[in-house]
């Protein structure tokens, strides 16, 4: 894999292209491997497109190199790839005990991320798909997350009835998609500031929580049992709109902070002030808070598009339980079924980005070696 590395560092630098290798029969597709490196996650995995089966998603997280910062640090990020990325293929070769030999094509996320994360898994997939003569497909982050909904906890992928409504939560994007076909995915609400996930993170940081802050977040609330303590505002136009704004939010808890003592605008947090027991009201206030603007945009999202048969709910936060049940019983409700993938499948990974490869190699969407991470 060692050449591997080298041939990736030498494209990275001469920018080398080539044409992509001989034609292959479309119909004979079964092993994708994938590749995803836009953040703070090494990942790769084996998907066999045949029997529509993961045969391994392996990772690596860089959670403890960034964790002293607050926060990823972009050239931490990419160096760390580059340290790890042909361990992490060695491994979900290994465990799908195949060869890359085995291999019809490479996935590999372009965009959107770190570009200096990315340009480190592109130039490595271009580099064995020109080395080793295989196909190579680019996938888009955000699709990759919206489909991760296919993938189930035995490594089986099931179907999700078209169209049905996606809520994609994570550390840099909240958006509602109605989703039609694969690849077709329509934005019917976004953010237009911070993510869901990004207030968890920034709001675990002022109360001392380590960097990501959402599972702590949770974890404090429920030894409250999500009580909401302090009524943070909810969004304006809460049944109106399914576009998002997360980062009043988070100027509202700095204040009501501010208010209660446990934090000065100039030097930032009062330790003293931000006891055991204010943590646990703020989280489990953020908590619910975050999780009444879900229900109710769930709610207007089911209204807009009464045609859905189905919700799912994909991205880092739909790793929260409280969350996740609550939306649940929206979706109960309503009559629509609800799907999350398990907990390994919601936050980065590789096998999302390999189930997309699947689809798309079975459609001829195949990338050149002029993939590139800065086109749109
Ligand atoms: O999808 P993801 O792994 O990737 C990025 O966007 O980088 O999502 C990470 C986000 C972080 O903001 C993290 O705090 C949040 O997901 N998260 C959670 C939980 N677990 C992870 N948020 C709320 N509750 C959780 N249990």
Redesign the pocket.
């Known amino acids: 894999m060692v050449r591997y590395t080298m041939l990736c560092i030498a494209l990275t630098m001469s920018g080398c292209i080539e044409g992509s290798g001989d034609l292959i029969d479309e119909n004979k597709i079964m092993l994708i491997l994938g590749v995803e490196t836009s ?2 996650e090494t990942a790769a995995a084996v998907y066999d497109s045949t029997q529509k089966r993961l045969l391994s998603n392996s990772l690596f997280s860089q959670i403890k190199l960034h964790e002293i910062y607050g926060g990823v640090v972009p050239e931490i990020a990419s160096r760390s790839h580059l340290e790890k990325i042909d361990i992490i293929i060695c491994k979900a070769l290994q465990d799908a005990q195949k060869t890359l030999d085995d291999i019809d094509v490479v996935s590999v996320t372009t965009k959107p991320g770190l570009v200096g994360s990315l340009l480190i898994g592109t130039c490595f997939a271009k580099a064995i798909a020109w080395g080793k003569n295989k196909k190579l497909i680019g996938v888009d982050h955000l699709h990759a997350h919206i489909f991760s909904s296919f993938l189930k906890e035995s490594f089986e992928t099931e179907e999700v009835e078209f169209p049905h409504l996606c809520l994609l939560a ?3 994007n909240t958006a509602f998609y109605l989703v039609k076909d694969f690849g077709q995915a329509q934005i019917v609400g976004q953010t237009s500031d911070d993510a869901a ?2 207030a ?2 920034k709001i675990a940081k002022i109360i001392g929580f380590g960097y ?4 702590t ?2 974890k404090k609330a429920s030894e409250v049992k999500f009580q909401d303590y302090f009524g943070y505002p909810r969004t304006k136009d809460l049944r109106k709109t399914l576009d998002f704004s997360f980062s009043g939010l988070k100027t509202a808890v700095l204040y009501d902070l501010v208010k209660r003592g446990a934090y000065d605008l100039g030097k930032g947090p009062i330790w003293d002030a931000v006891t055991p027991e204010l943590q646990q009201k703020v989280s489990s206030s953020l908590l619910v808070c975050i999780a009444d603007i879900f229900e109710k945009k769930l709610e207007l999202a089911f209204k807009l598009y009464p045609q859905v048969k189905a919700f799912t709910f994909v ?3 739909a ?2 339980s409280y969350i996740k049940n609550r939306l649940q019983t929206v979706c109960q409700k309503m009559g629509k079924k609800f799907v999350c993938p398990p907990c390994k499948f ?3 990974n590789a096998a999302m980005v390999a189930f997309v490869g699947g689809y798309k190699a079975q459609r001829g969407q195949f990338a050149d070696f002029y993939l590139d991470v800065l086109k749109t």
């Open positions: 953040c703070d994570s550390g840099g996930g990004e968890f993170d990501p802050g959402g599972a977040i949770e991205g880092g936060v790793c929260n919601c936050g980065d």
